[in-house]
């Protein structure tokens, strides 16, 4: 698969992104966003190297063939590791290999990964190639637009000039720098300031690289903005976990696919998930519970389907049904298809 678009009208398989976010894309949390949209390209959690080689792989890494196209971000440093962690995951069917360079977590940071590698360019480049050498798969890096103190555009120009001599063509752009040391990641994501010209500088500078937007961006709207303004694609993280049916527009908006879906058709496709593959796991209920919680946002009732969903003698009690049990007590039986699609 070819990580660059061969024709000049394509639309790019990254036009529409959901970010990954740590225990938050999960697994379950992808299932329930692909029933909102067929062309977003979901992420996996970061995961790390160190959790591949030696962790539960089929908990890390396993997913439902419904969620295609999924990529796995990775986090770690080692070209090797990278390999070895790749080479695992090709037996799971990931469409696309990410490597975090942008994260700035005091963790992260220990394991020497996340945006700290910005800081060595050269060492990106030898992942990128080790990555690309155990798949056919692109692989793509995330990153910052600068670390601390090196927030000139040479610095993020010349690490992107260094990894795309490693062969990677895709680069997901999160347009803030990242402060390493005096910021907690939440504010890595408010404080510094947005600087999305960066990302179009880049553009003109790497004509034949994939360039994707993140940061600050909650809708629609401006997401085709964006993209009309000479952007790749977007990628699109917490405004879409926590209100997840603006997902359902994605696919007209962007796509010119538009997607025929209500919240009950959803509710039903998760309720059979969980009797299907999940019965009996309260664990992987919780999960889907938490995910669901904003599928309601803005309709008369929120409030209490969230509440519902959150009960822990609801959740005991109602096993795979809790989400029918959430419907009925947030809006009671009369509540109409047409009433619960009239957000979309």
Same mark, same amino acid.
């Given at each position: ?12 398989? =990254? ?229 997840? =049916? ?80 959430? =419907? ?17």
């Amino acid at each position: 698969m070819s990580d660059t678009i061969s024709t000049q009208n394509a639309v790019s398989p =990254w036009r529409f992104t959901v970010a990954p976010m740590l225990d938050w894309t999960d697994r379950h949390c992808r299932f329930f966003d692909r029933l909102l949209t067929r062309h977003a390209r979901l992420y996996t959690e970061m995961v790390t190297t160190g959790a591949i080689r030696y962790g539960n792989r089929d908990a890390l890494l396993g997913f439902s063939p419904c969620e295609h196209p999924v990529a796995l971000q990775l986090g770690g440093s080692d070209p090797a590791d990278l390999a070895f962690s790749i080479e695992v995951a090709e037996g799971y069917g990931y469409d696309e290999y990410n490597l975090n360079c942008g994260c700035p977590s005091p963790r992260v940071q220990k394991g020497s990964f996340g945006a700290c590698l910005m800081l060595d360019a050269k060492l990106v480049a030898d992942c990128v190639r080790a990555m690309r050498g155990a798949t056919d798969k692109p692989v793509t890096v995330k990153h910052r637009i600068g670390v601390d103190d090196r927030d000139d555009y040479a610095f993020v120009r010349d690490f992107v000039g260094e990894v795309r001599e490693a062969g990677c063509r895709v680069f997901i752009v999160h347009a803030r720098s990242a402060w390493l040391k005096g910021l907690s990641p939440k504010e890595n994501r408010e404080v510094p300031p947005l600087k999305r010209e960066v990302a179009y500088e880049l553009k003109k500078d790497f004509p034949d690289c994939t360039f994707v937007l993140n940061g600050g961006i909650a809708d629609l709207g401006l997401s085709r903005e964006l993209i009309d303004a000479g952007m790749d694609g977007v990628m699109i993280g917490r405004a879409a976990y926590q209100n997840p =049916w603006m997902l359902t527009g994605v696919d007209g908006a962007l796509f010119d696919d538009p997607m025929e879906v209500t919240r009950l058709s959803v509710i039903e496709a998760v309720t059979e998930e969980v009797r299907t593959h999940w019965a009996g796991d309260e664990h992987a209920l919780r999960a889907f519970s938490r995910h669901l919680n904003g599928l309601c946002q803005g309709l008369p009732g929120a409030r209490a389907w969230r509440r519902t969903l959150a009960d822990p003698k609801a959740i005991r009690e109602q096993g795979p049904e809790l989400f029918h049990y959430a =419907w009925r007590q947030a809006f009671g039986d009369g509540f109409s298809e047409e009433d619960a699609a009239e957000e979309r």
